[in-house]
């Protein structure tokens, strides 16, 4: 019986896309590397991570460096993110029959909190962040064993290859959603358990 969703942040909740271009291309700027086109985030969305760093000539192993920066930035830029639409109304919807909700993600916790606070939202019971890009399992896993959660009591919600991942290496089922940054060519190595691609059906399948 599942007693916990969790969701990512980024592009599942949140439609922070315009402020991440933003923050991208002030940091491309600085440091050489390719700007973002908003033409381009179509293909961008068919790509992997690896793709698409090598497109945007991003050497991955300056990803630690990068991220602070990039949330850093991100902080000055909140008032422009925007909830997903349906969203409100799905979290009110899944606090109403019994659930709880966390969320973990990559993003800062300081700017996930203060989006949640800017926005009156306050049906997420548990905010966990870690600025490693494919450290979510660890986070699940820690999720876990903080609440003495089995795993069949818990369903991740997620938008990325990455976060199908995790929750393989897990064992957290994971419903990914069609609207975020990964576009449904870049998940078919690595099949969800299910799909949606509204937030309501996020309801119907929990």
Request: charged fraction near 30%; charge should be neutral.
């Amino acid at each position: 019986m599942i007693k916990y969703v969790i969701f990512d942040f980024d592009g599942t909740l949140a439609d922070s896309t315009d402020v991440f271009v933003s923050a991208w291309n002030s940091l491309a700027k600085k440091y050489n590397f390719k700007e973002m086109q908003y033409e381009d985030l179509d293909t961008l969305k068919k790509l992997s991570i690896k793709e698409r760093s090598k497109l945007l000539n991003f050497p991955m192993y300056k990803l630690p460096f990068i991220m602070p920066q990039l949330y850093k930035l991100f902080k000055q830029s909140l008032h422009e993110i925007r909830l997903i639409d349906g969203v409100r109304e799905m979290l009110d919807q899944l606090e109403k029959r019994g659930y709880k909700i966390a969320v973990i993600s990559s993003n800062s916790k300081e700017n996930i909190l203060q989006f949640f606070e800017d926005n009156q939202i306050d049906t997420i019971s548990t905010v966990l962040c870690s600025s490693r890009i494919h450290g979510k399992d660890r986070l699940i896993n820690q999720f876990l064993k903080e609440h003495k959660l089995e795993t069949s009591e818990v369903i991740y919600v997620g938008d990325e290859q990455r976060d199908i991942v995790a929750c393989h290496k897990t064992g957290v089922k994971i419903i990914w959603v069609g609207w975020g940054y990964d576009a449904a060519e870049v998940i078919k190595s690595v099949e969800p358990d299910y799909k949606v691609y509204s937030p309501d059906e996020i309801l119907r399948v929990i």
